[in-house]
């Protein structure tokens, strides 16, 4: 960042300061030119007052795991929202809720134009911090910042567990802060109250990927583990909208539907009654009908084949041939129906009735070729044979119902179990779940 | 604008004053907190040096509000149990002057503002509520703190406080309120949070590395 003219007069340009720590020698740093209260000794843990030349030692505190080791080391420079930041400080701190620790981890980041801001980890989930500068408004449920509703998450008490590094607050370990998050994804409002005073800060999700490219950190970020407070759902879209607009598109296709039946003409063409002797059907069975007239544009043929069989089936063999092309669309039907009872009571199998659409017969004059085969124990049958013209087919808006209502079934399933996932961690569990516990609680 | 220029009572060196109003002002040289009376300019003080601080700004800083340009005349800085800020003074193009104050690159700026009947220090708590100028501001934190040390011009005299204490208040609009206890009389500042990008500040002091 350019700093303008340099100084007519005055002190010389501040600069990262370089100590040693009162107890144990090992050199200390202090990046943040004047602005850290507190400095944390990297090799013994002592807690330093930054603001005295001599570093006076404030706090020693033991540390009961080795393995804490901030992710992003301290001095390492990125950039956040388009403005540099060097990370000074790392504290972890954690919290208890039903006998569970819960430990997160909070970076706090320096520019000397900008000030602080501070990222925070839990399970690989990154959030970016900053102090609010509005107030908000809250009661139990919820606050409304910046005329956003955040819905209240969690309130619990958060111990700070281990410093490193830098602080602009005089910070202790084993304080304790009542934190409440309020959340409206991807942003969470706290509010964190220590003593009296209540801070409230505002934080944007960021994926550990973001995190690493900001700073150039080597490797891959944590794996994310669950779904966390603010967390972005996967579903980006609007649950309800993409109702309303399958609703839009569900009328629009019986509207389509409706018109095209009024416009379809459902003409009759053929209606025949033909006679099956088995006794004749010896040699070549086929026959031709009368010639029919197909007007207008070219559209769909409905053949319709009503045979009353039982127990029997009959099976035909159509062609629909255009008298003045030779062009010919062939095609087999079957009819069987068989009906009896068993175990179960009676049951039937099979329809005595069939139709099938033909799509686009141009105009023209036609007949139909047809060639009965049959149950060998089917003696005789008189079955009735009716085509008609331009019939409507709904067929295809079945299918684009059922596409349309896919996705949307799909989409709203997805993000009622990401938010089921996002509250089951909160004070206000969904329904099912808070009852189970409950029920559990009550067989105690 | 006219520059009224004097020299120093102490050391003899030139001392010009950039706002007309300026009542106090410290020596650039000698560092003398001298103030003005009548006749002449009188030093009633020395500065001690001012710790290293992190504050960006620095006296002939140069800014925008709105459309009015500032230029940073002088300041007042004040340390508390959690570190310290500058109140800096600021002179607008159209002759007014104001506060921009800096806590850890937290900025705010706010005029004096006329309110009466403001309430006795004991009698203010955090979550209280007041209203001036049709605006409700919600007391934050009350700062115990005290005075480290003044540099360039000044609206009043300020160079012989000790402990000071201050009521901060917001609104959920990002307006701010100040009232200060300096005095047995308090003393209210109105204003608002500013972004620094807002403020278009040229002539920032630099820092090594960044």
């Known amino acids: 960042m350019g700093a303008g003219a ?74 956040l929202r388009g403005t540099d930041y060097e990370v000074i400080g790392f504290e972890r701190r954690s919290t208890k809720v039903d006998g569970i620790t819960y430990c997160w981890h909070e970076y706090v980041l320096f520019n000397p134009y900008k000030g602080i801001r501070y990222l925070s980890e839990y399970n690989g989930h990154w959030n970016d911090i900053s102090i609010c500068k509005q107030l908000p408004m809250a009661d139990g449920s919820s606050a409304n910042y910046l005329g956003e509703i955040y819905k209240h998450f969690q309130t619990s008490d958060a111990d700070t567990d281990f410093v ?125 009908t009368d010639v029919f007239e197909l007007t207008g544009h070219t559209s769909t043929v409905e053949v319709k084949t009503f045979a009353p069989v039982s127990n029997h089936w009959i099976y035909l063999n159509y062609a629909l041939i255009n008298q003045d092309t030779g062009q ?91 938010e089921r996932s996002r509250w089951s961690e909160s004070d206000h569990p969904p329904m099912e779940l808070s009852n189970m516990s409950s029920s559990s609680g009550d067989e105690e | 604008m006219t520059q009224p220029a004097a020299n120093c009572p102490n050391c003899g060196a030139k001392i010009v004053f950039r706002w007309s109003s300026s009542v106090q002002t410290v020596c650039e040289f000698c560092k003398s907190i001298l103030v003005r009376t009548d006749v002449d300019l009188k030093k009633v003080g020395q500065v001690a040096d001012l ?87 919600t007391v934050s934190v009350i700062t115990p703190a005290h005075y480290r040390g003044v540099e360039g011009e000044l609206p009043f005299q300020y160079w012989d406080k000790t402990d000071v204490t201050f009521v901060d208040l917001r609104t959920e609009t990002g307006k701010f309120a100040t009232l200060d206890y300096s005095d047995p009389e308090a003393a209210l500042y109105l204003g608002e949070f500013v972004e620094f990008d807002d403020l278009k500040l040229k002539n920032l002091r630099s820092f090594e590395g960044w």
């Open chain 1, 6 to 79: 340099p100084p007519l007069s005055g002190p010389p340009k501040p600069q990262a300061k370089a100590l040693n720590c009162p107890k144990c020698g090992a050199a200390i740093t202090l990046r943040s030119f004047g602005q850290a209260e507190t400095v944390v000794c990297g090799s013994c843990h002592s807690i330093l007052d930054a603001k005295d030349p001599n570093l006076a030692i404030l706090q020693q505190f033991e540390i009961k795991t080795s393995a804490i080791r901030p992710l992003i080391p301290l001095g390492t420079r990125g950039k």
């Open chain 1, 164 to 288: 490193l590094g830098e602080f602009p607050w005089q910070v202790r370990v084993g304080e304790q802060a009542a934190v409440t998050d309020y959340v409206h994804p991807p942003r969470v409002l706290s509010s964190e109250k220590l003593d009296k005073e209540v801070t409230w800060s505002i934080g944007e999700y960021m994926y550990g990927r973001e995190v690493w490219d900001a700073f150039r950190l080597p490797g891959a970020p944590p794996q994310p583990t669950g779904v966390y407070e603010n967390q972005p759902s996967p579903v980006t879209t609007n649950v309800t909208g993409v109702w309303v607009t399958f609703t839009a598109f569900a009328v629009f296709l019986l509207a389509l539907m409706a018109g095209f039946d009024m416009r379809a003409k459902k003409e009759p063409v053929l209606h025949e009654t033909y006679q099956y002797h088995r006794a004749e059907s010896k040699g070549e069975t086929s026959f031709v």
């Open chain 2, 51 to 137: 710790p290293p601080d992190s504050s960006p700004i620095q006296i002939n800083t140069e800014g925008k509000y709105g459309n009015k340009a500032f230029v940073v005349v002088g300041r007042i800085l004040y340390e508390y149990d959690q570190g310290g800020w500058n109140e800096w003074h600021v002179m607008m193009n159209d002759g007014t002057s104001a506060w921009l104050s800096d806590a850890q690159s937290e900025y705010a700026l706010s005029w004096s503002s006329k309110a009466q009947n403001l309430p006795a220090v004991a009698q203010v708590h955090v979550g209280q509520q007041f209203t001036w100028s049709d605006q409700r501001y």
């Open chain 1, 328 to 418: 010919a669309w062939d095609f087999g039907r079957e009819v069987s129906y068989y009906s009896g009872y068993d175990s179960d009571g009676s049951w039937t199998e099979g329809k005595r009735n069939d139709a099938v659409v033909i799509p686009s017969v141009p105009p023209g004059h036609y007949y139909l070729r047809i060639e009965p085969e049959a149950d060998p124990s089917l003696p005789n049958i008189a079955y009735t044979v009716d085509v008609t013209h331009d019939v409507p087919v709904f067929g295809i808006y079945g299918i684009a119902f059922l596409a349309l209502l896919v996705p949307v079934v799909i989409i709203s399933f997805r993000a009622y179990t990401f």
